[in-house]
């Protein structure tokens, strides 16, 4: 009888194994991928992990409000610091919150700044009609580990949804007609963003008016959740020994996220860590509605001003942050994106 449970257990395992070294390449073949510039994302996230270990001095997280303001080859050029930003797509507070986990697996950091528009979300998941892309294009590229399992049922309120996150397979089983050559031939292993997780946005047609926020004191509650994980990634950051700065960049807050963004600034008040927003410094910055590539994101402008703004305000806060002037692949890496942006310029766009 003895004999018979070992036998079962190593035949139900060896059948585990054998099925995860099946789908995991075939999610990876059958996954949606985002590669075309500017919204890149999947080169951005696995590229991250190809970088060399312990280079980034500074590291960014949120959502697309992180990945089109801070220019990492901007903040270098001014401080000699290096960064990367670790964002993707409404990049919910339990996804920051692993991410964050993510990058110090090969990164110390001195410090993490997080962009806080998601602290503003008002869903406990993001799995239904079109919200479900916000979800998978956070899990999907990020490699399967504990860290995932634990994100996958942070992210979905039953079984079947976090398998799925898991093994994607179930999400892109019927894609087999929309695959093109990149997705056989695309190497996350391979994959390096020269622009650092930076998304270079194009500016916009017509400037749209910037709310009149600055009358607003109510403090409106984040959802339960929300408020959970940000206090969540304060106290990670304190047992990791990791400065902490919640941030929001310039995006023309509506009334009722200034509510909620003062209440953002009351908990890094009572938890203890800077806060700032830098809504509130668009004379200081240069900034102007017709620097944004829509209603809410800087375009490369915009975020070219913001970033340098931002430059002496890390150098005045944290003076004794690692620099790193002289390294070829960022002057490199410079040259591109100043090729990038000055095609903006030649199309009579500035």
Known sequence: MKNKNVRFFCSALAFLVLLTLILVPLSRLLARKSLALPWNTTTKISGFYNEEQDQFEV???????????????????????????????QQPLWATYTYIEEALKTQSPSLVVVEC???????????EGNDKGVTFSYMDDIPLSWNKVKLAFQSA???????????????YHDRWSDLHRQDFTFRRDEARDPYKGYVMLSPQEEPRPRP?????????????????????????CKEEGTALWLVKTPSNLELEEKALLNTVEDT?????????????????????????????????FGASRFTRFFARALTEG????????????????????REELKSYH?????
């Open 212 to 236: 009149d926020v600055e009358a607003v004191t109510d403090r409106t509650p984040l959802l339960e959740k929300n408020q959970y994980w940000l206090e969540e990634i304060v106290r990670l």
């Open 268 to 300: 890094a008040a009572r938890l203890g860590v800077p806060f700032h927003d830098f809504n509130q410094d668009y004379a200081a910055i240069g900034l102007s509605e017709d620097l944004f590539h829509d209603e809410h994101h800087l375009d490369c």
């Open 117 to 127: 528009r998601m602290a503003f979300g008002d869903k406990e998941y993001y799995m």
């Open 59 to 89: 590291m960014f997280f949120g959502s697309s409000h992180a990945y089109a303001a801070f220019s990492p080859l901007e903040l270098w050029e001014e401080t000699g610091v290096k960064s990367y930003v670790f964002a993707t797509q």
């Open 346 to 350: 030649s199309d009579g766009i500035a």
């Open 318 to 337: 944290w003076p004794e942050l690692r620099t790193d002037w002289e390294d070829p692949a960022w002057t490199a890496d410079m040259a591109v994106y």
């Open 157 to 171: 309120p039953d079984l079947e949804g976090r398998a799925a996150l898991l093994f994607n397979f179930m999400m």
